[in-house]
């Protein structure tokens, strides 16, 4: 299976490539390594100064990189059985690659494998520029991407749901927990609304 950008700290990585370890192969799909943005590069440094501390748990992940299109394979085509990723599209879409990243999931995944998405949630209606400024995409946003690629949605999921969250915060998702940055500014009231209202979506590759 393969995890996407799992930043400097890997906390998906932290479960699934102990679990992995043994019987499967674990591809961490990392940032580039060449990038002229210093938080991936310090984020990548970071991630393998992690894993080399504790070999017994990760001497068996593999790294690769994404960021199409120079970076574009995250494992061999057709390999993996399992695509996740954690907060990334409204970053993809910024971008303008969030179509070529969705591709590169198909094209890594067998027929019938598994993509799972979870991302900040905007109303919808919001227009790409206004998801793109708050961190929060809309689900047809995402659907659309991941349908254009090729996927089939298979399940929406309420699981990391928080109704609490309006979805309309003056510094956007970083408003709230944990990045709270707007620092001390209401930070009672953030703190009380907890982390953002996401989707939970899972798509398969056609057989």
Not at 22 to 33: C, L, R, T
Not at 83 to 91: G, I, S
Not at 100 to 119: H, N, R, W
């Amino acid at each position: 299976m393969a995890e996407i950008w799992p930043g400097a700290k890997g906390w998906y990585t932290a479960v699934l490539a102990p679990y992995l370890r043994e019987e499967g192969i674990f591809y961490a799909a990392q940032f580039p390594p060449d990038s002229d943005i210093s938080f991936y590069t310090r984020s990548l440094t970071l991630f393998k100064a992690h894993l080399a501390k504790y070999p017994a748990l990760y001497d068996q992940v593999r790294i690769t990189h994404l960021y199409p299109p120079v970076y574009s394979d995250i494992a061999p085509a057709g390999t993996v059985d399992r695509v996740l990723t954690f907060r990334n599209v409204h970053n993809w879409a910024k971008a303008g690659k969030a179509e070529a990243v969705f591709a590169s999931f198909f094209k890594a995944l067998k027929p019938g494998g598994i993509l799972g998405v979870v991302e900040h949630r905007a109303p919808e209606g919001r227009s790409l520029e206004e998801q793109i400024e708050s961190g929060y995409m809309t689900e047809s946003y995402v659907i659309a991407q991941a349908e254009k690629a090729g996927f089939r949605l298979a399940k929406q999921s309420e699981i990391n749901a928080n109704p609490q969250d309006s979805a309309d915060h003056p510094a956007g998702v970083w408003t709230l927990p944990p990045s709270l940055r707007l620092g001390d500014q209401d930070r009672e009231k953030y703190l009380a609304i907890g982390e953002s209202d996401r989707m939970t979506l899972k798509f398969v590759k056609p057989e």
